[in-house]
């Protein structure tokens, strides 16, 4: 009788061994996001350049390629992850063709561009082929872009937008959110609050997956869209990190061809030159990329919007923010795993520069910025010390990254 308890106790002890361990490998088939995603689409071409180009890419402080235009056979496909490991790049690569146990792996490779905007009617075999490839390259990403907001709901298969996110979460079973939005800045035609819509329904799915999400931003002019200035670059890119997003993507950095793309260029121009986009691409991502350390171990907890009618001390209300002068603002709040707190301060206008007075809920002592020259935390400058409080000077479209230790509980 004994012995007959001791085996079935060997014997749960064993199911409840191998139920972990099943559970940890399937863990480890997720792909996990390991550095900030400063990344394009329209890989450059797969030529006799391509070590400059890829130089080029690094040098403009990009941190991952989207392959797929340039690099599109078995062949190319390997030069650019040789090109990437060279200058410490992640590359998400072109299937090519090749069959998910055929698919090339490298440390640099982050996944593979699976589909660029699909309806909700092809969610079925997209999961299909998400299963297949974590089955045979566990940990590594089949990347899926999104529609945005702003189409019909006839593209996206769906009554509404959340409908279609919301389905694409449960039924793909994705790593990555990630949507396209080219936000139009024009007086009298300014659709930046739809842009913001579109960041908080990706914000609402990824915080309830656990999922980071990227977005693509508009960095040329095509079709109906205007080429975007520096400030209105940093309009874009500050407003996805204080959503909370992991990914920051241009579109475009070759210019891709085509009549709906004859107006100019994108970072690169058709026939390879640089345009002034590359030299403002390489001061932004040089911000971002210092940052980016930083913004991966915080998890997006508030955002607010605050316009210049609004009373701030209201619509900062629960955030480490607790007095800012009247402005046109938008703050992230993030929370890290040990309870400490991070807070982005964004100037939501791309035309003026702002100085605003701010308070937080701690000593200034206590509070420290993630200086973007540097990636160093250190302590806040007063802008102007000749005036009363605490000046923050921010650029148009910009924003600047606050670290305060975790909120003192209520009666101490």
């Excluded at 693509?216 to 002019?221: A, K």
Aim: aromatic letters at 10%; charged letters at 25%.
């Amino acid at each position: 009788m004994n012995r007959k308890i001791v085996n079935y106790i060997s014997l749960g002890i064993i199911v409840i061994l191998e139920t972990l361990s099943m559970n940890a490998s399937a863990e480890k088939k997720m792909f996990v996001q390991d550095k900030f995603a400063i990344g394009f689409w329209v890989d450059p071409p797969a030529n006799e350049n391509m070590d400059r180009h890829y130089a080029d890419i690094a040098a403009a402080n990009f941190t991952m390629v989207i392959g797929g235009f340039g690099a599109k056979t078995p062949d190319t496909v390997q030069k650019q992850i040789k090109l990437c490991e060279k200058y410490g790049l992640k590359a998400i690569v072109a299937t090519a063709g090749l069959p998910p146990a055929q698919l090339p792996e490298s440390p640099a490779v982050w996944g593979y561009q699976i589909y660029d905007e699909p309806s909700a009617k092809d969610f079925p075999e997209l999961r299909k082929t998400i299963d297949k490839i974590r089955k045979v390259r566990p940990g590594r990403l089949s990347y899926i872009n999104l529609f945005p907001n702003s189409v019909s709901t006839h593209r996206l298969g769906t009554k509404t937008y959340s409908e279609y996110i919301r389905r694409f979460v449960k039924e793909v079973d994705a790593d990555v959110l990630s949507m396209d939005h080219y936000p139009k800045m024009k007086p009298g035609d300014d659709r930046r609050d739809r842009y913001c819509s579109n960041l908080e329904e990706m914000r609402k799915y990824s915080l309830q997956r656990g999922i980071p999400f990227w977005n693509f931003f508009n960095t040329m002019p095509f079709g109906s869209h205007y080429d975007p200035t520096e400030a209105q670059l940093r309009w874009q890119i500050y407003t996805s990190i204080a959503y909370g997003a992991k990914g920051v993507l241009y579109f475009c950095y070759w210019t891709p061809c085509g009549d709906e793309f004859s107006k100019g260029g994108a970072i690169i121009s058709v026939e390879g030159r640089k345009t002034r986009h590359y030299e403002q691409a390489k001061r932004i991502n040089h911000s971002i990329k210092n940052l980016g350390p930083t913004l991966m171990k915080f998890t997006s907890s508030k955002v607010c919007r605050i316009k210049p009618d609004d009373n701030p001390s209201v619509a900062l209300a629960g955030t480490p923010i607790t007095s800012l002068t009247k402005g046109d603002y938008l703050v992230g709040v993030f929370k890290s795993a040990d309870e400490r707190r991070a807070v982005l301060l964004n100037n939501y206008s791309f035309a003026y520069t702002a100085w605003p007075t701010v308070k937080f809920d701690v000593p200034v002592k206590q509070v420290r910025e993630v200086c973007k020259a540097t990636g160093k935390k250190i302590s806040i400058v007063d802008d102007s010390p000749a005036m009363a409080g605490l000046q923050i000077s921010l650029d148009s479209g910009a924003g600047r990254l606050f670290l305060l230790p975790k909120q003192a509980s209520e009666g101490k």
